[in-house]
């Protein structure tokens, strides 16, 4: 039986559950790319959502290729339609995001981002997240390896 959601999460609700599609990346030190993604949003009654994603490359046919980056993490709602979203990345990069929530989209911006000695330079962030019709819509600048806030990723996905 699933928990009632948190009252606080009421403006987050539009991203509740499972969604899958396609998006493209680049970035200046990476040729562009195609991608599969799944997103997930979760929660457990508390104010705040279980979030993950997985892409994989797809090839010019549009084929599923070996996998590519993974996340996970929490967002949590805050008075006034704020929300803060914690992320963890396998590669060694932990990014806090602060933003907000108007109707069915969010903004975010990185409030910090750490790395483990080995991971890659990664200095900023700035994601949006929104309803196209019924489609989840996402965008992801980076700020990384001496470059300023660049287009990196983005995607259409349906729920599932």
Known sequence: MEPDLHPDLEPLKFLLGTWEGAGVGGYPTIESFHF???ISFTHIGK???IYSS???RLDDEGSLGGP???ETGYWRARPGNKVE???AHPTGIVEIYVGDVAFSRVELVTDMVARTESAKEVTGGRRLYGLIGEDLGWAYDM???GHKLTSHLSAQLKKV
Do not use: H, S
């Open 36 to 38: 599969g993604q799944e």
């Open 54 to 56: 997985k892409t994989w």
């Open 47 to 49: 104010p705040f959502l």
């Open 68 to 70: 590519l980056g993974m």
């Open 85 to 87: 979203v914690v992320l």
């Open 143 to 145: 700020a990384a390896e």
